[in-house]
């Protein structure tokens, strides 16, 4: 399928489709064709009948990994007689949803034809669907179990393997049957446009207020039995430390200099979006190998459906980015700088993506601790994994200070 229909037919987060022309927060102009979606006669919680939608009998083994990263989608292990072990997963609750699972289903197997075996193949049900309902609306993926663990902190021959695989994700995405393929669609990029409206919200709602507004709601938290609690006090104490920084640093300058900007036009294709160093996983080569090689290969890429239609930069800033940390002693703009030049050595990037890639980390980390604590303490959203979460905020709050800090200095964050 030509890039441009990839493009035209692309929904981003269901809760907040963004027009790819402007930014704004709107449906997408065109329609997603509906998904083909079999259904399994399964409660929400039947999982081995759900299961067997696409195996033709119950599995032998149902074995909980968790939630599918942040989101809390259930995710399980699943054996089978005879075969090797799958993943079943949740990944839609509506029709509009499953049409966007299908759509990356889609992305996933043109990965594939052009190559890039790091990604799970959705398995398909005897009637041809890769999509699965139960009877309570949810929709469902089964795919190999893909074998691997994260690393939190990579050697530089890790972070270049695992910028390959995404630059060859990238072509694949961006090409038409390997050659090229059409111009690719020329726009603000959505990750540009979204952080710079979040950053006008910022500069006329700042922390220091809205942590005020939520400090009764954290007194009646802590003071009762809620099992969220510990999570909500955690997340108000990371709050106080972050404003402490911002006004320490100028933050306040920084966001309004952030919002006034207009960003210019630049490539758009499929792009993964969400991508943090969880998801990408890594297995260790055989023992005896050469000196040289005694490195981590890439093993897959895992959780594709939060992607959409992006600058492929916006993946550059946060894998690579996620994996720094001021006590490698390399400072972040560098970190991202050589990165970019890995990346760059299997898929050219041009001047303004090079430049993006900083300011979409520097930026990112200020709207991403801004979502946290939305999320958390003012819309109280239940998350199942707190010690994740409590590990991804430390993460980005450690990163405040020099993102801050670039953004204040560096001419290119006035440039984008």
């Known amino acids: 399928m030509p890039t441009t229909a990839l493009i035209r037919r692309a ?101 594939r034809s052009h190559g890039v075996r790091e990604l799970a193949t959705p398995l398909s049900t005897p009637a041809g669907a890769t999509l699965v309902a139960d009877t309570g609306g949810g929709v469902w993926e089964l795919v190999p179990f893909m074998t691997g663990r994260p690393l939190e902190r990579p050697s530089t021959v890790e972070v270049a393997r695992a910028m390959d695989v995404l630059a060859r994700l990238h072509e694949a995405w961006g090409s038409d049957a390997g050659d090229g393929g059409p111009p690719q669609a020329s726009a603000p990029p959505p990750s540009v446009v979204r952080r710079i409206e979040q950053a006008r919200t910022l500069a006329r709602l700042p922390w220091s207020l809205r942590r005020d507004r939520c400090l009764p709601l954290l007194s009646a938290i802590t003071g009762g039995a809620d099992a969220m609690a510990p999570l909500v006090a ?103 700088a050589a990165a970019v030049d890995r990346y760059s050595d299997r898929r050219a990037l041009g001047a303004g993506e090079r430049a993006l890639v900083p300011w979409l980390h520097a930026v990112g980390v200020i709207c991403s601790l801004d979502n946290w604590f939305r999320w958390v303490l003012e819309e109280r959203r239940v998350f199942a994994d707190a010690p994740r979460v409590r590990a991804r905020l430390a993460r980005l709050v450690e990163a405040l200070p020099g993102s801050l800090a670039w953004l204040a200095v560096d001419s290119a964050a006035s440039r984008v």
Not at 59 to 64: A, G, V, Y
Not at 276 to 286: C, K, R, S, T
Request: aromatic share 6%; glycine share 12%; hydrophobic share 45%.
């Open 11 to 111: 929904y981003h987060r269901p809760e907040r489709p963004t027009n790819v022309r402007s930014g704004r927060n709107i449906l997408l102009e065109g329609t997603i064709t509906p998904a083909a979606v079999t259904p399994s006669g399964a409660g929400p919680t039947d999982l081995g009948s759900i299961a067997a939608t696409w195996l033709g009998e119950r599995p032998t083994r149902l074995e909980s990994l968790g939630s599918g990263g942040l989101s809390g989608a259930p995710v399980v292990r699943v054996g089978r007689a005879g075969g090797c072990d799958v993943v079943l997963k949740r990944v839609a609750g509506d029709a509009a949803a499953a049409g966007r699972a299908a759509w990356v289903h889609t992305l996933i197997h043109r990965a």
């Open 234 to 336: 955690d997340v108000m104490e990371t709050w106080e430390r972050a404003i402490v920084m911002f006004t320490a640093l100028d933050g306040t300058r920084i966001v309004r200099r952030v919002a006034g900007m207009g960003p210019a036009p630049l490539p758009l294709q499929p792009a993964l979006r969400d991508v943090w160093f969880d998801h990408v996983l890594f297995e260790g080569l055989p023992a005896g190998g050469p000196p040289s090689d005694r490195h981590a290969r890439v093993a897959a890429v895992i959780d594709l459906h939060g992607a959409g239609v992006d600058s492929p930069a916006t993946d550059i800033a946060r894998l690579a980015g996620s994996w720094w940390s001021p006590d490698l002693g390399v400072a972040c703009d560098a970190w991202l």
